[in-house]
């Protein structure tokens, strides 16, 4: 019987999974990490990169943030927050991965993708240590950000194979398209790199103090517009492509949702520069290129399937073995048989 308490059902989830709920625990992966995204570009922008200036404590002598007069107390809010919504992140991770070894029948993918979140977030948490150390170096920065779109892409990878079964991958569309699919992904990769090359060389270091990279913004803008120009260039060629063979209307869908993500945030990109580039400008950009990234990897594999989703067996009546068959005995009373229990 389904309980109405939240939390049961939220332990039944983890514990008792089923292929509805093993997808909304992916989900909540997916949604986790992109905000995470978020808030470490909140971190910057507001100058709080700093805000807890040792790891893994926030001050020399506290894990919490305590008086210091070389920090504001609001500053060493925001970043510790942020650490905060890390170990969210993880228990979200773990439970993912919980989910995974627990449903029944056990699927392999699933347990592997799942794997990728937790091992991942305390590689991030080591990385963001590395930043917190080297002052903000923006090269520390960069490969703390693109760990990011990385364990995006395992969790967005474990959603949509939570949404699909086992089967051998079954081609859809045209084999130009998909390596068209494939060519935008690389091209999306670029655009991220890209993207921190950027911002470490823009105004928002996350401290004062900060180091920055030895580059032109004009010239960097520039590289960064052009590669988003030939983004938007190949996903238009993609859609036009699969419009023009009639693909399924699951692919076309897919890849017009990527095309509209990538113009909504073509023209924050364009609002951001003209206009100094603005904090919640930045903060809404960085979530930006999460849903552009998310969007990337569902056109891909929107364009193949691989049969329906396994029905999954309740955990309880798998670890508890059959019923008790009944037969009718001679003088016509119900007797069991089979294992006594």
Known sequence: ?????????????????????????????????AVIMSTGAAVRVSGSGLGCPTWPKCTGDSLVPSHSPEHAAVNMAIEFGNRLLTFMVLAVGVAVFVAAVRLSPRRRDLVRLAAVQPLSVVAQAVVGGIVVLTDLNPAAVTAHFLLSPALLAAATALWIRASEGDAPAHRLVRAELVWLARALIGVVVVLLVAGTVVTGTGPHAGDAKAPRFGFRIEQVAQLHADVVWATVGLTFALLLGLRLTNAPRRAQRCALELLVVELAQGVIGYVQYFTGVPGPLVVLHVLGSALVWIATLRVAFALRERGPVPATTPRAVRESGPEPRLQVSPEGDPAPTGRAR
């Not at 059902?9 to 990490?33: H, Q, Y």
Request: hydrophobic share 50%; aromatic share 6%; glycine share 6%.
């Open 1 to 33: 019987m389904r309980s109405d308490n939240p939390v049961t059902r939220l332990v039944d989830a983890v514990w008792r999974p089923t292929s509805a709920s093993m997808r909304w625990l992916a989900l909540a992966g997916v949604a986790g990490n």
